[in-house]
């Protein structure tokens, strides 16, 4: 009897449960894989990598916007966001904030709220340049931004939100004092921001792009489409 157990046991863990992982690779190989190009022309959901140019003034550089959204559950309706940016915008001086202000990634949900649409709440912070001294940087203002999103019929991530900046520091010598004052990383409740505005955006999707081939001929000269090679 305990060598028939033993057999079970052996049976199951090394026969059952590599047959049962192999079922997703035979039915894909049955089916047959997407190529790359078919990945991107059928990307319908929010959940991705997506980039938004946006350029407030012709003076002015554009900003980057980096995003990623994963699923949270297998429903396809809650998703986390990160994002953040290579070039935000340093200087707040306009908020009664000085400093070359360092910010932090933002981080928020969506929620599925219709047929195509999403609820969104993304927050994130600000510090001033770290010191020299070994200390933590001041965090100077956090912000939420609120709205909705939903894929157009070009694939593009649209969203309509409402950015709403809170100074954690006094700001305009105290006239506005700060709206975190327990340093909790939230605004203190019942505290209005001190800027709010509309934050529209629109973002791109990051597609799966074709492998450039780098060779060399007889006489060691890269043969390639790049400008240089290596």
Same mark, same amino acid.
């Given at each position: ?22 079922? $997703? +690779? +035979?039915?894909? /190989? ?11 022309? !059928?990307? #319908? ?27 949270? #559950? ?5 998703? *986390?966001?990160?994002?953040?940016? $290579? ?8 908020? @009664? ?6 910010? @932090?990634?933002?981080? @928020?949900? +969506? ?9 969104? !709440?993304? &927050?994130?912070? *600000? ?24 894929? =157009? ?7 309509? @939100? ?7 520091? =006094?700001?305009? =010598?105290? /006239?506005? /004092? ?31 792009? $074709?492998? &450039? ?18």
């Amino acid at each position: 009897m305990k060598n028939t157990r033993t057999f079970s046991i052996a049976a199951r863990k090394y026969i059952l449960v590599p047959a049962i992982l192999a079922i $997703p +690779l +035979l039915v894909g /190989a049955q089916v047959g894989f997407l190529t790359w190009q078919e990945y991107n022309e !059928t990307a #319908d959901s929010i959940a991705g990598t997506w980039i938004s140019s946006q350029q407030n003034s012709p003076e002015d550089n554009a900003l980057i916007w980096t995003e990623v959204i994963t699923p949270l #559950d297998n429903t396809g309706t809650r998703y *986390a966001y990160q994002a953040s940016s $290579p070039n935000p915008q340093a200087n707040w001086s306009f908020l @009664g904030l000085t400093g070359v202000q360092m910010h @932090g990634q933002a981080l @928020g949900e +969506l929620v599925q709220t219709g047929e195509n649409e999403y609820t969104f !709440t993304v &927050m994130c912070h *600000a510090a001033k340049a770290i010191p020299e001294e070994d200390a933590h940087a001041e965090v100077q203002w956090l912000w939420y931004w609120v709205g909705t999103a939903w894929l =157009d019929e070009d694939g593009t991530l649209m969203k309509d @939100g409402t950015w709403q900046v809170y100074n954690s520091v =006094d700001v305009f =010598d105290g /006239a506005y /004092a700060d709206k975190d004052a327990d340093d909790d990383g939230f605004p203190d409740e019942g505290v209005k921001p001190l800027l709010a505005g509309a934050w529209p955006m629109a973002s791109k999707r990051i597609q799966l792009q $074709p492998r &450039m081939t780098v060779a060399y001929d007889a006489n060691g000269v890269c043969q390639s489409d790049a400008d240089f090679c290596y």
